[in-house]
T-cell receptor, first 113, second 113 residues
Framework: KAGVTQTPRYLIKTRGQQVTLSCSPISGHRSVSWYQQTPGQGLQFLFEYFSETQRNKGNFPGRFSGRQFSNSRSEMNVSTLELGDSALYLC????????????FGPGTRLTVT | SQQGEEDPQALSIQEGENATMNCSYKTSINNLQWYRQNSGRGLVHLILIRSNEREKHSGRLRVTLDTSKKSSSLLITASRAADTASYFCATDDRGTGFQKLVFGTGTRLLVSP
């Protein structure tokens, strides 16, 4: 099976712009979670989706949003970008909502200038 | 915020030596997982240990869990240069049924030939 894919892999944006990141889970996986990784804050949970519904959300401002499509693919959007949004954004998929083992994609490296 | 704190922050050893990393967490858990991350890439699931288990093995990996002390350790035996990576412990919100993983701060392991 193909692994979790994320696009784009690298992205440079300017403050104030918005960005959309995409994640395709492993075939058959219905749950997708998003994480932000920075040197200062480490790995932090953003949100998770299952069956096109957001099931849980981390402590991030409303500028961070996401959605999941019927084929389980997911997108996350960050509006009005700030310098502090520069990070590695990781997507993870798993079979079911209650599953514990997650499979991570390679991440999208976002740089905000 | 991160629930897990890992110790040491960085570890440098020679090939063939054993590497031990420790993780402490704050709240009750259903299970604890260990992940590996090669520089700037996605995370790879290594092993999951349930709250009612005390020890688990997988190849050269040995994980212990002490729920009374809210701590876990990961032992990598006969280390190889390819084991060079950051290692994270992750715990889940107990009882929520969600896949929200809370990651530790990570241990950077350097294995020199």
């Amino acid at each position: 099976k193909a692994g979790v894919t994320q696009t784009p892999r690298y992205l440079i944006k300017t403050r104030g712009q918005q960005v959309t990141l995409s994640c395709s889970p492993i075939s058959g996986h219905r749950s997708v979670s998003w994480y932000q990784q920075t040197p200062g804050q480490g790995l932090q949970f953003l949100f998770e989706y299952f069956s096109e519904t957001q099931r849980n959300k981390g402590n991030f401002p409303g500028r961070f949003s996401g959605r999941q499509f019927s084929n389980s693919r997911s997108e996350m959007n960050v509006s009005t970008l700030e310098l502090g949004d520069s990070a590695l954004y990781l997507c993870a998929s798993s079979l079911e909502l209650a599953s514990r083992e997650q499979y991570f994609g390679p991440g999208t490296r976002l740089t905000v200038t | 915020s991160q629930q897990g704190e890992e110790d040491p922050q960085a570890l440098s050893i020679q090939e063939g030596e054993n590497a031990t990393m420790n993780c402490s967490y704050k709240t009750s858990i259903n299970n604890l997982q260990w992940y590996r991350q090669n520089s700037g890439r996605g995370l790879v699931h290594l092993i999951l240990i349930r709250s009612n288990e005390r020890e688990k093995h997988s190849g050269r990996l040995r994980v212990t869990l002490d729920t009374s002390k809210k701590s876990s350790s990961l032992l990598i035996t006969a280390s190889r240069a390819a084991d060079t990576a950051s290692y994270f412990c992750a715990t889940d919100d107990r009882g929520t049924g969600f896949q929200k993983l809370v990651f530790g701060t990570g241990t950077r392991l350097l294995v020199s030939p």
